[in-house]
């Protein structure tokens, strides 16, 4: 299991149930990770999305306590039967994608996050753990620095050497 996620400066992530920054190659990046893939998210991050629906081309899991089921995307009620549905696919083609706190929860589960690091303070209101500090993460990868509408960002990679089964009891 990988996660991905874009932080600014302060490792913020988001304001107003929203992204901080809209970069156009930050969104491809992030199409080209995902696309046919697993995408896992909390309920807040599925309402983010235009209209409440779920990212196309990909298997939308939410972990939604207390969520009706829907048609266009999983639902699961609890850790335990997100651990149960996530045993249905190949563990390198699941991603973690948001939010905060649901990020928190997994960080210890996933094998690698795939961050792009923008180089600008959004103003956060919640945030990703800041890796650079964390004692289990080494950043294993760090792309040319690229410009968009005067930001500069880079994609980088994160990789935990100290992995947690996720098997929830």
């Known amino acids: 299991m ?3 996620v874009a932080v600014d400066t302060e490792w913020g992530i988001g304001k107003n149930n929203d992204l901080l920054f809209s970069l156009k190659g930050d969104m491809r990046y992030f199409r080209e990770k995902t696309s046919g893939k697993i995408v896992v998210m909390g309920s807040n991050t599925l309402k983010s999305f235009p ?3 779920p990212l196309k081309n990909r298997v939308n899991i939410v972990l939604y306590p207390g969520g009706e089921p829907r048609e266009d995307c999983i639902i699961v009620q609890s ?16 991603f973690v994608i948001g939010g905060a706190m649901f990020y928190h929860t997994m960080l210890p589960y996933v094998t690698d ?5 923008v180089n600008a303070n959004g103003g956060a ?3 990703f753990d800041n890796l650079d500090e964390h004692p289990a993460f080494t950043m294993v990868e760090e792309g040319e620095e690229q410009e968009e509408n005067g930001i500069t960002y880079r994609f980088t990679r994160y990789h935990n050497g100290e992995v947690k089964p996720f098997l929830c009891k």
């Open 2 to 4: 990988k996660s991905i």
């Open 51 to 53: 209209g409440g629906n």
């Open 79 to 94: 850790l335990e039967e997100l651990a149960e549905e996530l045993k249905k696919y190949p563990s390198d083609d699941i």
């Open 113 to 117: 996050v795939y961050v792009t690091k």
């Open 125 to 127: 209101q919640v945030f």
